[in-house]
């Protein structure tokens, strides 16, 4: 097994964690309510968090001097690994709870998988991991519900807020080099596999909420290989800024 591999394979994990957490962080003080603005950010450090853990593995695997710091904030823009979906701005919370849906719904069939790694260090994460990710799916998609079957207002924002993010969904179950090396050592989970269980537990909850399942077969990818949206370039510009500015600087 190549420790490249396993390196970047770990950084195609963590990143999707990295952005979300900084997506949901930027709601901080601006939620619709106060107990909701509270769950957001509670979500976003339990990413956080989780990222954090991956970080430091691949860092030790990296070598170099490298640390969990210096991998979030100094790498560019084509050397981060997430999809597509979780550097989608928080257009309105409509837009935000799509999203973190999409997501949830993948991230907890992924980590039900991850538990079984040969990697005792990945396996360890990922069952901590699932324990928060439970509690994400419920709050997500218990929104959708509200959503979906409340006003007018809010059943067409959450209806178009699915159909603009359903093209980044497909993503989700690309596989990249690095995975199917990991695939193959037993490590790293097939996650082509997660995708008919994925549509059926999101159009479950779709017509739950009497939304309209999207007819869409268009999807957009390149996120797993580096090329990102107009808005990831946003994003690592606010959260490298204080890395950028004092280099080397610790807390």
Not at 101 to 126: G, P, R
Not at 131 to 140: A, D, L
Not at 194 to 205: A, G, M, P, S
Not at 213 to 228: A, D, L, V, Y
Request: with cysteine; aromatic share 12%.
């Amino acid at each position: 097994m190549k420790s490249e591999d396993l390196y970047n394979y770990i950084l195609g994990i963590a990143d999707n964690t990295l952005i979300l957490g900084q997506r949901l962080g930027e709601l901080c003080g601006h939620g619709p309510s106060l107990e909701t603005d509270i769950a957001c950010t509670n979500m976003s450090l339990d990413l956080l968090g989780q990222t954090r853990s991956y970080f430091q593995y691949a860092a030790k695997i990296k070598g170099d001097n490298s640390t969990e710091d210096s991998i979030a904030f100094l790498r560019t823009e084509r050397q981060y690994l997430n999809v597509l979906l979780v550097e989608q701005p928080n257009t309105d919370f409509a837009y935000t709870i799509a999203r973190q849906f999409f997501f949830d719904v993948y991230h907890y069939l992924f980590l039900e998988k991850l538990q079984l790694s040969k990697d005792i260090n990945l396996s360890a994460i990922a069952h901590k991991a699932i324990k928060e990710v439970s509690y994400h799916q419920r709050f997500s998609s218990d929104w959708v519900k509200r959503l979906g079957d409340g006003t007018d207002e809010s059943k067409k924002r959450m209806q178009n807020a699915i159909d603009d993010l359903w093209r980044y969904t497909d993503e989700l179950f690309h596989t990249t080099a690095a995975d199917d090396a990991m695939i193959t050592e037993g490590i790293g989970v097939d996650v082509s596999s997660l995708k008919v269980t994925f549509y059926e537990r999101v159009n479950d909850i779709l017509n739950k909420a009497k939304l309209n399942i999207p007819e869409s077969k268009w999807f957009q990818k390149g996120g797993k290989q580096g090329i990102h949206t107009e808005h990831m370039g946003y994003i690592l510009n606010d959260m490298q800024y204080m890395q950028r500015t004092y280099p080397n600087m610790t807390w």
